[in-house]
DNA sequence: ATAATTCAGGAACGATTGTTCCGTATTTTC
DNA sequence: GAAAATACGGAACAATCGTTCCTGAATTAT
């Protein structure tokens, strides 16, 4: 009956993550939009509606990927603590990578919008509180099998990670580059382990 | 010669912090300021020249506040460690009592800017690198009088509390009030000292 | 081939953006 | 009291904002 689509939408959804998670919501124009994910205006709003549910799809498709990347993780592992460095390690990496710093999708938009965007301070709070839950699954079963200690509580300890994650994107964000910096932090934050 | 200024230029400065924290930089437009601030369009840039100049004047106000306020609490301190847990639980109070919560002013332009404007990126970078010092000569005072365990570098402990204070920021402005999530993270970090 | 559908491109919308400028009022110094 | 200087309010600026709409081309199922 219609000719098909001629972009992939998951693509030109993740095109949106990539400039949203640059540039933030206020800071992305509508034509940075159409340039960057390469369609046009009356597609772009055919297909998302308008700016707002557009950015909030693409933090929800970021939100999925992050959450399911560190669960997978996680449960498959035999050795939680050194997994979870791992993880640790690997945020580091991503940081001191990136050419142009985009810190955390996550933990920008909480920043930018959660005070004056209900949907997104949803995403927000609904992302901490699955997050906490995936580290405090690890960390119970850490204790259990005597890896971890459990002279903190589990939950603590989770809500404490979760605390220093987002320090960390923070500081990214700000352009940090010695890597020695942020060794220091891990060095601190895993001598509680 | 003139006429006097009637307005007073440093309460203008404040009530400028006050907007841009709660707004950010891109949120708060040219009449939001002419509101809130009091004060006609061409004052204000006949005052402060241009609103990126504000910003970062309002910023540089709010940097010198927070650091006099933490340097000195901690250079007139006889236990280190308690002032310190002092500091971090005002910082949860203030999270906590936040109507609107605006998390810390630096971590959001940090967020915001940082990768964007050079001059705002000088202002973050600079602040914690002070702050670090600040943290660093507190923990080595500490450490020599035997109040904190020496068992880890005082660079690295000071580097890691102002990574947490990041965090507990990223968590205050993503709107979470539960006491019971600041003092976890408080409790489990302390727990090194 | 025809009809139905939806694509892409771009013009155009009113609203708002940050900023400038002008006329007037006010104050100060001489 | 005259002259110089500057604050003030508000009109006006061009540019950009997010969004809508119109056009013609393209593709599909019948």
Redesign the pocket.
């Known amino acids: 009956?219609?000719?098909?689509?001629?972009?992939n939408e998951d693509k030109a959804l993740d095109k949106a993550i990539e400039i949203f998670w640059h540039k933030g919501?206020?800071g992305?124009?509508?034509?940075?939009?159409?340039t960057h994910l390469?369609?046009?205006?009356?597609?772009?709003?055919?297909?998302f509606?308008?700016?707002?549910?557009?950015f909030s799809k693409a933090l929800k498709k970021y939100q999925n990927q992050g959450q399911d990347n560190v669960k997978k993780l996680l449960e498959e592992s035999n050795d939680v603590k050194v997994t979870l460095t791992e993880i640790f390690k690997q945020a580091v990496l991503e940081s001191l990578e990136d050419r142009i710093t985009k810190g955390c999708f996550m933990v920008n938009s909480a920043v930018e919008l959660a005070m004056h965007d209900a949907e997104i301070a949803y995403i927000v709070r609904d992302n901490q509180k699955v997050m906490e839950e995936v580290f405090y699954k690890a960390i119970k079963k850490g204790q259990e099998s005597g890896q971890i200690s459990d002279k903190q509580e589990a939950r603590s300890l989770a809500r404490f990670i979760f605390n220093n994650y987002s320090g960390i994107r923070v500081l990214a964000r700000g352009g940090e580059k010695d890597k020695k910096v942020y060794d220091d932090i891990l060095k601190a934050m895993f001598s509680l382990f």
Request: glycine fraction near 6%; charge should be positive.
């Open positions: 009956m219609a000719r098909t689509k001629e972009f919501y206020n992305t124009s509508a034509q940075d939009l159409v390469g369609l046009s205006r009356s597609s772009l709003y055919d297909t509606g308008d700016k707002q549910k557009l």
